[in-house]
């Protein structure tokens, strides 16, 4: 196996094939998640399983002192791109409705990035931000493209919106588990818009 074995690869269908779905990976929150996140998110109007969304989100994009998505109260990285661009918000629940409101477009039919209905072609990409931070992502920063119809399910979701999820099922799979750990089950076929009426 070459270390860029997914260098200009294009998998068809919206699941990464090369490792398992689980729904049983430990979950572990930052301090900052905990102290912060957890009782800001309380203060939100949302579902519950937009906010259990939210959670796991923040979670993984890395909700924690010294992170952009910490400094920029943008728990979620929305407008926080690749390239460096940043958006910054006033407060943490400023940051939270964002996430929601970010969800609910979607769900909607309102976001030109998340076609719902439509065919969806993610190039394969070569990621800066991966290079530069190669112990802290622990991948290569050649990730694969992916060609499928995008019907709002989960699996589409995620490789649409983490550049690094598109490498593996790890953000698939802390989403499915933080979800059962609340007695709910869900997989990568369920749909943003089943996940808004839990």
Do not use: W
Request: net charge positive; charged share 25%.
């Amino acid at each position: 196996m070459t270390e860029h074995k997914y260098k200009d690869k294009v998998f068809k269908g919206a699941s990464f094939p090369d490792a398992p779905i689980k729904n049983n990976v430990k979950i572990s929150f930052t301090k900052e998640m905990i102290n912060e996140y957890l009782p800001t998110i309380e203060k939100v109007e949302a579902s519950k399983g937009i906010k259990l969304l939210c959670i796991i989100m923040a979670s993984k994009e890395g909700f924690y002192k010294g992170t952009r998505s910490y400094r920029c109260n943008n728990p979620g990285n929305i407008g926080n791109t690749d390239s460096g661009n940043n958006k910054a918000l006033k407060t943490l629940k400023d940051g939270i409705e964002l996430q929601v409101s970010y969800l609910n477009r979607i769900i909607n039919g309102q976001s030109r990035v998340y076609p719902i209905g439509k065919k969806v072609f993610i190039k394969p990409f070569y990621s800066e931000e991966i290079a530069k931070n190669q112990k802290t992502y622990g991948m290569s920063p050649y990730l694969p493209g992916y060609e499928f119809f995008f019907g709002g399910e989960l699996e589409g979701f995620v490789k649409i919106y983490s550049t690094g999820a598109r490498a593996g099922n790890s953000y698939l799979n802390m989403i499915i588990s933080f979800f059962a750990n609340h007695g709910i089950t869900i997989t990568e076929k369920t749909t943003l818009k089943e996940i808004a009426q839990l």
